[in-house]
């Protein structure tokens, strides 16, 4: 397990007495998890898990930033992080939470997503983060390691970004590494309220009320994971003992024993029984038992993670209705709807961000702006039930026709599903005429 000595040390380049022991653990305990979700070496439940709850959450929604003001560099950042939406969300899942973190370059807004172990907070207060340090970026050059490092204070509604390089412990000016030397050392914000990043965290239960960063989607479940891939050995032996081969009798061979292919072996016949030359031996595998057991300790493990079956077990949902595949599935339904309302305050808070540095940088008034979320229930409903709620609702004058069209067509915005209705309104009329 790694320690990160080298916090401490930074934390103190910014500012003195710190209280930030159980952050660093915290950042510490990240690493670790990022290390088990990121290993290939074996089957790697945290990253199935991760991304099978990615799936259910984020593919098919639609998010997109709804203003009357021409903001094409607040859409194009939003969009962008929400291209990126199911690597971020199984990201989060798998390491406990992503930070991102946007900067303005060029008149444009990137929006890096960074997991929580580079990210220390020094100082939060109901969860709401007074004070932290990043690890920004590292550079490796001649043979050295660069590392720059911003640190964020709120102090009295205003916003303090300091910047620092540092190249074996020791700080050095921004301006020795090519890529850093336009960074500010310093950049105040005004009127703020929160950092100028967003967090986006695990809805796993951390067992720690007071804690503020996120724990992966397994976590606790280590010794039920260990038990699985023991499981999964002891099948895999019993496959690789229990392959089928044939036995040729001691006559078939020469005087110096040899054996002729791989797969016959020789035989050793007791006195007084009959020879047979040719033998097969093909043992009964224990399929069912040990498979038995496998479901057991998968459903096992869904259920200490928090979903239903589906995730690593089979589900039938076969002539099911929806409240019936609702209630099957309501414990990876309700995992699913807190991932989506993570993203709902991570996307306001980047939101934010974005807003006040179109201020700062470019000296414009703040945009007014929201983000507006279309969800995909379709995994968890039938359709055909939902679309027949929704034509009653259009029926008794509670649904719009475009509201109703946009079911049928996600990918269109209340507007273009007006502007469509509109031309195949005018159609039929022509066709009549």
């Known amino acids: 397990m790694r320690k990160i000595y080298i916090w401490d040390k930074i934390v103190s380049f910014f500012a003195e007495n710190k209280e ?7 950042v510490n305990d990240s690493y670790v998890a990022k290390m088990k979700y990121l290993a290939q070496d074996k089957m790697n439940f945290t990253a199935i898990f991760s991304s099978k709850l990615a ?11 709804k203003t009357e003001d021409k903001a094409e560099v607040l859409k194009e950042a939003f969009n962008d992080v929400w291209r990126r939406a199911k690597n971020i969300t199984a990201t989060s899942l798998g390491v406990g939470g992503v930070f991102l973190i946007p900067h303005f370059e060029d008149g444009r807004i990137y929006t890096e997503a960074i997991t929580q172990d580079r990210v220390l907070v020094e100082k939060s207060v109901g969860g709401r983060i007074i004070e932290a340090t990043v690890l920004a970026e590292s550079i490796r050059k001649d043979g050295k390691n660069f590392i720059r490092w911003t640190h964020y204070a709120l102090l009295n509604n205003e916003l303090v970004i300091s910047s ?32 100028l990043f967003a967090y986006l965290k695990s809805p796993a239960d951390s067992r720690d009320t007071q804690g503020f960063y996120g724990v992966p989607v397994t976590y606790g479940c280590d010794s039920l994971i260990r038990e699985i891939h023991e499981h999964l050995a002891a099948i895999s032996k019993e496959y690789k003992i229990k392959q089928a081969f044939i036995g040729a009798d001691s006559m078939l061979f020469s005087a110096e024993g040899k054996l002729p292919e791989d797969g016959i072996f020789k035989m050793l016949s007791p006195l007084g029984s009959e020879r047979d030359f040719w033998q097969e031996f093909n043992p009964e595998i224990r399929h069912e038992p040990y498979f038995k057991r496998l479901e057991e300790l998968y459903r096992m493990l869904e259920s200490a993670v928090g979903t239903s079956r589906g995730i690593l077990t089979e589900v039938s949902s076969k002539g099911a209705t929806a409240t019936e595949i609702k209630r099957a599935r309501f414990d990876t339904f309700a995992f699913v709807e807190e991932i989506r309302r993570s993203w709902e305050y991570a996307a306001n808070d980047l939101l934010y961000c974005y807003k006040k540095l179109l201020c700062y940088y470019l000296d414009s008034r703040e945009i007014d702006a929201s983000v507006l979320f279309d969800w995909s229930y379709s995994l968890f409903e039938s359709s055909e039930e939902s679309f027949a709620q929704l034509k009653t609702g259009f029926d008794a004058g509670v649904i719009s026709a475009q509201e109703l069209r946009q079911y049928l067509k996600p990918s269109e915005n209340l507007k273009l599903a007006e502007e469509n209705i509109k031309k195949i309104r005018e159609n039929k009329e022509e066709n009549y005429a």
């Open 20 to 26: 930030s022991e159980k952050s660093e653990r915290a």
């Open 55 to 65: 799936n259910l959450a984020v593919s098919e929604a639609n998010a997109e930033i």
């Open 164 to 195: 620092i390089a540092t190249s074996g412990g020791e700080v050095i000016p921004l301006s020795c590494v090519e890529e850093w030397k336009e960074i500010l050392p310093e950049v105040r914000i005004k009127d703020c309220d929160r950092m």
